[in-house]
């Protein structure tokens, strides 16, 4: 299986350059983020026609996540137990809640696509909201890797947390000032770890970043971030084989400000027991 990850940055706006990826790298799933649209306004023909089936979530032009699959996913949610929700001047548990997470099963594999919210400032309520969103996720990953050890569980997407120095390139971004370094990010980052996950690109990618900001030429610089991840449980680290930044997808006409981050994992090892992959694909020509 090969699973990558990637905050699109408008799937309306990059659909074919989203599509033409996901084949010419024969991904098999694809969690994106900041998909930027309602969940009837998703291209899901252009998918559909590339062999994927599709899961979205979005509520409007801001946030939104899906999920796109070789395999039809099931168990689907678009919220993980306790996420909070967020709006401006709304305090309380009942705020509404974002499109930031949606959760499938394929192949064995529990996927979820995260959007993390990005925290605005050291000092806006909307870091507050970051914080709870990160502590009710790994209160809802330690629960459920203590209720089922051996699952196969796939937390990917953009964490808007730079977790060391080594993933900060960007000069504008300093600890102390900015939101994605900050002591009590990097903590919150590091409690997913301990909740029993791991970064199962870096062992394989030692440098690299994921994010390059449009402005003052921080691309060409590679003034970036690494804030786009795959966490996985012990089984799904296990079983990954190998992995990669897709630096390239930054170049070229109208790109995210975000590349795909990819790991290959082997199915053997993921479900044991699972027969022989039998490809059914859809045959594409053009």
């Known amino acids: 299986m090969r699973l990558a990850t990637w905050n699109v940055n408008s799937v309306r706006a990059r659909v074919d350059r989203i599509v033409d990826f996901a084949v010419r790298e024969d991904i098999d799933v694809l969690a994106m983020q900041e998909i930027k649209c309602k969940v009837e306004q998703f291209p899901f ?26 395999s039809r996913p099931t168990e689907v949610e678009t919220a993980f137990p306790g996420m909070p929700g ?37 000092d806006d309520p909307h870091y507050v909201y970051k914080l709870h969103w990160l502590k009710a996720l790994r209160e809802y990953t330690a629960q459920t890797l203590a209720e089922t050890p051996d699952l196969p569980l796939a937390l990917v997407g953009d964490f808007n947390i730079a977790p060391t120095d080594a993933d900060n390139g ?55 971030l690494r804030i786009d991840f795959v966490l996985g449980s012990r089984a799904l680290a296990d079983a990954v084989t190998d992995a990669a930044i897709h630096r390239n997808e930054r170049k070229g ?30 045959m594409i020509f053009g």
């Open 86 to 122: 967020f709006a401006k001047g709304h305090e309380g548990p009942d705020a509404p809640q974002e499109a930031r997470a949606i959760g499938a099963t394929i192949d064995g594999v529990r996927v979820w696509s995260l959007y993390v919210p990005n925290g605005r400032g050291l």
């Open 170 to 224: 960007d000069p504008t971004i300093v600890e102390g000032v900015s939101t994605h370094v900050s002591p009590p990010e990097r903590e919150a980052f590091a409690a997913l770890e301990q909740a029993g996950l791991s970064d199962v690109v870096r062992p394989l990618v030692p440098s690299g970043f994921t994010y390059w900001d449009y402005k003052q030429l921080r691309f060409p610089r590679n003034e970036g």
């Open 253 to 282: 006409e109208a790109p995210s400000d975000h590349v795909p981050v990819v790991v290959d994992l082997d199915r053997a090892r993921l479900v044991p027991d699972a027969p022989e992959d039998d490809d059914d694909r859809p």
């Open 45 to 70: 023909e252009q998918f559909e026609q590339a062999g994927f089936h599709v899961e979205a979530h979005g509520f409007s032009q801001w946030n939104g996540v899906a999920i796109a699959s070789r």
